[in-house]
């Protein structure tokens, strides 16, 4: 089975936050290649966030798909890990309780980026 992987912050019990990442099944479209089923989506918001942003801990305002189209940022979970999301990356950001996450922006470059919450009950994987 052919699949995407989108990586995902999501919380546990206990509130802390985590990486973790998300498999999406791929199946035969024809020629127009792979294709996912559909899944329902709700809002689509469109950020610029400044150059010099450093957010510090705060949980996502809804279960979101996030694009980022330009710019970098570091995002860190409870346990310090951190990684870096780029222009063309998707990140599901789950962790809707607890701790959160931080966020800053790297280069200092403005980042575009577009939300797209997930409704709860709609399983990506």
Request: with cysteine.
């Amino acid at each position: 089975m052919t699949t995407i992987c989108i990586p995902r912050i999501y919380n546990d019990k206990e509130g802390k936050s985590h990486f973790g990442e998300v498999k999406v099944a791929l199946s035969d479209g024809g020629p127009i290649g792979l294709l996912s089923e559909k899944f329902n989506a709700g809002k689509v918001i469109f950020r610029e966030t400044p150059a010099d942003y450093d957010f510090k801990w705060h949980p996502a305002p809804a279960r979101q798909l996030m694009f980022i189209l330009k710019g970098s940022a570091e995002f860190t979970v409870s346990s310090g890990e951190k990684k870096i999301f780029s222009g063309g990356d998707i990140l599901l950001l789950e962790d809707t309780e607890g701790d959160g996450h931080c966020s800053k922006a790297l280069n200092n470059e403005v980042r575009h980026s577009i939300f797209v919450t997930v409704p709860d009950g709609i399983d990506l994987s």
